[in-house]
């Protein structure tokens, strides 16, 4: 029987080698929380989240003062139980923000320690659907000073010649027609065939909005369009979701299931992007994928494919993971010691234990001191 014997926290800050921006803001850093939950058995499991652009001690606090002391001692096969005393713990805190992203973390550690003192890879230890690799689509189109039309063009048919028959780009920045052109310089790179995706990143304020520029880039097909609004703006997801023929997906920065069931009720999205470094991890995912079935909605999680791709290989009704082939924007995989390879536009699955791999430690220090709870 594994009990948690000890819990290592830190944030590591990471800075990009170029500022880069979204359809509202603009990065030069990237703040990483990290957690490793050590067993009785001498076994450890990783886990991690994204916390932003600054504040990353938030994350240190919550989970060295709040949520890491109720877990040492306790049996780390009591999942369920583990992930209510995190949440009850929660209640006054925050149920959402940096707090649910340390329950997030710590949550997939546990996972992480459990598949291990199982010696079964993750996607086995859940319960396979996919056994050898997992669809996914190459995400990029970042806005960066002096990046034109056709600079974004060559780096989507880049993603197409790599294999990989499905690419995202940014979006929402700009004004419609200038959104429209590089719309279609993409479209006309990658050809018709290529699945393409579109982030607004919260760009739009409204529906009236929203439809000068859809209207000018339907003809371009796209796959999708993903967070058009405000994440918590939940009824006008619903409201474009009805008025045009082009998916909605969203929920990537959703917390919980019951978030998560309204945009199921209303018809918000098409697509869920639940990510399980924020909804408050693998147990919570879980929870919420089984309810999108029912729904008859489908699962392409958000971000970190080295977490995802074994989830998603679990999961009958996920489609895609996202993957980013330029470590430039989203550094986090400077910070892991094993890449996960792709091939003919997949991602390959490992066979070993947990998540097969760990944190680059040398990389971690340059960013980081781990502190012990």
């Known amino acids: 029987m594994p009990i948690i014997e000890s819990i290592e926290v830190c944030a590591a800050a990471v800075p990009l080698d170029k500022a880069t921006s979204f359809s509202t803001r603009t990065v030069s850093i990237r703040h990483y929380g990290l957690v490793k939950v050590r067993s009785t058995d001498g076994v450890e499991g990783i886990g991690f ?6 504040a990353g001690s938030l994350f240190e606090v919550a989970v060295s003062q709040l949520l890491g002391p109720i877990l040492i001692g306790k049996d780390s096969y009591a999942v369920e139980a583990l992930w209510e005393s995190m949440y009850r713990e929660s209640l006054l ?11 997030s973390a710590l949550d997939t550690a546990i996972w992480d320690l459990n598949a291990r003192t199982s010696m079964l890879p993750l996607h086995k230890y859940l319960g396979a659907y996919g056994i050898d690799s997992v669809p996914a689509y190459a995400s990029g189109g970042y806005y960066v000073d002096g990046k034109t039309p056709q600079a974004l063009a060559d780096e989507m048919s880049s993603y197409v010649e790599m294999g990989f028959s499905a690419v995202k780009m940014k979006g929402g ?3 419609p027609r200038e959104e429209a052109a590089r719309t279609r310089a993409a479209r006309e790179a990658v050809g ?3 699945e393409l995706m579109i982030d607004m990143n919260n760009g739009w304020e409204d529906v009236t909005e929203a439809m000068q520029h859809v209207q000018r880039i339907v003809e371009f097909d796209p796959y999708f369009i993903e967070e058009p609004f405000s994440p918590d703006d939940i009824d006008n997801h619903a409201r474009l ?3 045009i023929s082009i998916p909605i997906a969203t ?5 919980g299931r019951w978030y998560h069931q309204a945009l199921l009720e209303k018809g918000a999205a098409a697509i869920l992007q639940t990510d399980a470094a924020v909804c408050g991890g693998i147990t919570e995912w879980r929870r919420i994928t089984a309810n999108a079935a029912s729904h008859g909605v489908v699962m392409c999680p958000h971000w970190f494919h080295d977490l ?4 998603v290989a679990a999961t009958p009704n996920a489609r895609y993971v996202e993957f980013f082939a330029d470590d430039q924007v989203l550094n986090f995989r400077r910070l ?5 390879e792709h091939r003919a536009g997949k991602i390959m699955l490992h066979d070993a234990p947990g998540l097969g791999f760990n944190f680059a430690e040398k990389e971690v220090a340059k960013y980081s001191k781990w502190k012990r709870v």
């Open 241 to 243: 979701a009805r008025a």
């Open 173 to 175: 920045r700009l004004s």
């Open 251 to 255: 929920g990537e920065i959703g917390y």
């Open 93 to 103: 805190q925050g149920r959402a923000g940096t707090v649910m992203r340390a329950i």
């Open 49 to 54: 989240c994204y916390v932003g652009s600054a």
């Open 336 to 340: 892991v010691d094993r890449q996960l």
């Open 308 to 311: 995802h791709a074994p989830l």
């Open 192 to 194: 018709p065939d290529v």
